[in-house]
């Protein structure tokens, strides 16, 4: 269960299923789903402008950042 938890959010059907871990005595209507993050790639970022601090406006203008993923091999693709 952790490995499906630790991956989400889920897409089935094009629908976005979030997975929340069930508590004994928990009411299905005491959940809130407000919040679900996701990874997403941002593609066509000029080469001068690929830094940590950009990747995190983007992800701050997106709703907030957990993480940057930049290569250091040199790679354009991160």
Not at 7 to 30: A, C, I, M
Not at 37 to 62: C, E, F, T, Y
Request: hydrophobic share 40%; net charge positive.
């Amino acid at each position: 269960m952790n490995s499906i938890r630790l991956g989400t959010p889920w897409f089935y059907d094009r629908y976005l299923l979030n997975v929340h871990p069930w508590e004994l005595r928990l009411k299905s209507n005491s959940v809130v789903f407000n919040e679900c993050n996701m990874w997403v790639q941002v593609w066509n970022v000029p080469l001068h402008r690929m830094s940590g601090d950009v990747g995190r406006k983007i992800g701050q203008a997106l709703g907030g950042t957990i993480d940057v993923a930049i290569p250091g091999n040199g790679s354009k693709e991160g």
